[in-house]
């Protein structure tokens, strides 16, 4: 896993974030006390700074409504499909717009998709897949190779599950609808990421190999069917179902905003 990926600037995300980190005056993660008040608290120790979280801010779908463009054009084709499943059987997959993946990888995802039997649909740009795939796959799944309302793709009911590289925004997104997530981190702050959710039991990690960090086609399709069909994973679909109720209390997380507005009015000079 890359964890000091450099971007078109060609400095690395880590020292960005340091180097920020070590500048500021405040630092508000977008979090809270109830999820993360032991992280949170850290943070204050380690920084000797103020950490005032802002709240989870869960978007919602109904400030999506661009009726007559052509991503609404895009959301009936897609939700016209999605109308077809059966409830809570459609795996979506979406690995965010930045992180990357070599074609093995994604070889490996997309056999894992085809053997584990689930509808899916895939949000990808990349059109280096399996000879034959869509094809063999066709009906049962969709590539989607467009911009995907991410958000609506999530809140729709046929959906069941969330393969994701566990980006902390989609992350939010899916839980807020209760949907549990097969995670398969790629990058920075993922790995670190997919551990925690891991531990909180709303869905489990693609298992990689310990030496080179490479995972199987069957540990894709043993994790998918695991988390969206199979008995043993009720679990993880109870407490993703649970933690909607956190994720979604917009009234909480609006609060969280306020107080760190609060926060900048009293405790910052601000230069006019």
């Known amino acids: 896993m890359i964890i000091a990926q450099e971007n078109i600037s060609g400095v690395s995300d880590i020292f960005r974030v340091a180097s920020t980190l070590k500048g500021c005056d405040v630092i508000a993660p977008r979090s809270c006390l109830e999820l993360e008040a032991d992280y949170i608290n850290l943070l204050k120790e380690m920084h000797g700074k103020p950490v005032v979280p802002v709240g ?52 490996e995802v997309a056999l894992g998709l085809e053997l584990s039997g689930l509808p899916f649909f895939w949000a990808l740009k990349n059109p280096e897949l399996p000879e034959g795939f869509e094809d063999r796959t066709n009906g049962r799944g969709l590539v989607w190779r467009n911009w995907a309302p991410q958000l609506r793709i999530l809140s729709h009911e046929s959906v069941g599950g969330f393969l994701t590289h566990s980006g902390w925004s989609s992350v939010i997104e899916a839980l ?40 199987t086609r069957d540990s894709v399709t043993e994790s998918l069917r695991l988390v969206v069909v199979e008995e043993g994973g009720r679990a993880y679909r109870e407490k993703a179902k649970e933690m909607s109720t956190l994720f979604g209390d917009r009234s909480l997380h609006e609060q969280y905003v306020d107080k760190f507005a609060e926060h900048l009015t009293s405790n910052c000079n601000i230069k006019k």
């Open 56 to 107: 989870l801010l869960p978007p919602s779908v109904e400030d999506y409504g661009d009726s007559g463009s052509d991503s609404d054009c895009s959301w009936q084709v897609i939700s016209s499909w999605l109308d077809k499943q059966s409830k809570r059987s459609v795996v979506y997959i979406a690995f965010g717009s930045e992180s990357t993946q070599s074609r093995e990888e994604l070889s």
């Open 176 to 215: 807020q609808f209760g949907l549990p997530l097969i995670i398969l981190p790629f990058f920075v702050d993922q790995g670190l990421i997919a551990r925690d959710l891991a531990d909180r039991r709303v869905g489990i990690e693609v298992p990689r190999d310990e030496e080179d960090g490479s995972f």
